[in-house]
């Protein structure tokens, strides 16, 4: 499968983004989803997942409360609703993408098979 990610950009403290990735090549039904980033100097991180059927998510502590993923199997694509952003979220923002049936949460970025481009989030102090 292929995903391409969008909507990053330059933001102020406090303001918000959307973020999509768009999956072509197979059943997009079938994967859990994930966002996953990476500041400079920084191992990627876990951001948010959902699995295949869109009943379950997940967040990093980190982003609870703020941010929000989502998907739209009928669109092949998962988003990420990123609210009350601060400069910590600044980062490279990478979708990624697993055939799994199943709610586990794949909290590694080594437990991910397929990976977008990433898109780039600024958010400005």
């Known amino acids: 499968v292929q995903l391409q990610a969008s909507g990053g950009g330059l933001v102020q403290a406090g303001g918000s983004l959307r973020l999509s990735c768009e999956a072509s090549g197979r059943t997009f039904s079938g994967y859990a989803m994930g966002w996953f980033r990476q500041a400079p100097g920084k191992e990627r991180e876990f951001v948010a997942q959902?699995?295949?059927?869109?009943?379950?998510?997940y967040y990093a502590d980190s982003v609870k409360g703020r941010f929000s993923i989502s998907r739209d199997n009928a669109k092949n694509t998962v988003y990420l609703q990123m609210s009350s952003l601060n400069p910590e979220d600044t980062a490279v923002y990478y979708c990624a993408g697993r055939r799994l049936y199943s709610s586990v949460i794949l909290i590694s970025a080594r437990w991910w098979d397929y990976w977008g481009q990433g898109t780039l989030v600024t958010v400005s102090s």
């Open positions: 959902i699995i295949w059927s869109g009943n379950t998510t």
